[in-house]
Nanobody
Framework: QVQLVESGGGLVQAGGSLRLSCAASGRTFSNYNMGWFRQAPGKEREFVAVVTRSGGITSYADSVKGRFTISRDNAKNTVYLQMNSLKPEDTAVYYC????????????????WGQGTQVTVSS
């Protein structure tokens, strides 16, 4: 089992920045690809970004490319999502997820999930 705990969400004005963190415990963190997803009210959970086990490969949704940066620190068992130039449409609950083999954009491919952290961007 892998336990994931997100933090860093909050209320921010459009154009502002937030940094989300996801702390992992329970298994060897460096064995897992780590993803960020988000879900707005009434909408499906959507892919935001993923980083592979070593941190060597990252991938982003088109909607956040150039504004968000995913990174990980395997020594601290933590994955981060730096969010800049935030827009009201970024408002959602943000979740981190882990999987050993899969590193794609389909949320069904991830085995472990955090409880989520709310991000609200005001206009």
């Amino acid at each position: 089992q892998v336990q994931l705990v997100e933090s860093g969400g909050g209320l921010v004005q459009a154009g502002g920045s937030l940094r989300l963190s996801c702390a992992a415990s329970g298994r060897t963190f460096s064995n897992y690809n780590m993803g960020w997803f988000r879900q707005a009210p009434g909408k499906e959970r959507e892919f935001v970004a993923v980083v592979t086990r070593s941190g060597g490969i990252t991938s982003y949704a088109d909607s956040v490319k150039g504004r968000f940066t995913i990174s990980r620190d395997n020594a601290k068992n933590t994955v981060y999502l730096q969010m800049n130039s935030l827009k009201p449409e970024d408002t959602a609950v943000y979740y981190c997820a882990a999987n050993q083999g899969y590193s794609g954009s389909n949320y069904l491919g991830y085995d472990y999930w955090g409880q989520g952290t709310q991000v609200t961007v005001s206009s």
